[in-house]
């Protein structure tokens, strides 16, 4: 029988909302769209203990192509 256990290794992903504006103008040094994200995959990850969360990628007024990865 078989007893190993599946891990995933996941990567996150945050994208700016165009509903939070422009983070520049409110000195903010993330916004709420990138902090609420991030709470909603950590929540979803420490749900399941099958998946790993092993990078971060933080997209907070980038464009696709030059995403930032942060962890």
């Known amino acids: 029988m ?3 256990k599946k891990i995933y290794h996941a990567g ?3 994208r700016l909302s ?4 422009d983070i520049a103008l ?3 040094a993330e ?3 990138i902090s609420n994200q991030r709470s909603l995959i950590e929540n979803f990850i420490s749900e399941n203990d099958d998946i790993v ?3 971060e990628y933080v ?3 980038y464009s696709g192509a ?3 990865e942060v962890r």
């Not at 165009?18 to 504006?21: A, F, L, S, Y």
Request: hydrophobic share 20%; aromatic share 12%.
């Open 18 to 21: 165009k509903e939070d504006g």
């Open 12 to 14: 996150a992903y945050e």
């Open 59 to 61: 997209d907070d007024g």
């Open 26 to 28: 409110s000195g903010k």
């Open 66 to 68: 030059n995403f930032v």
């Open 2 to 4: 078989d007893n190993f």
């Open 31 to 33: 916004s709420n769209s």
């Open 53 to 55: 969360l092993t990078r």
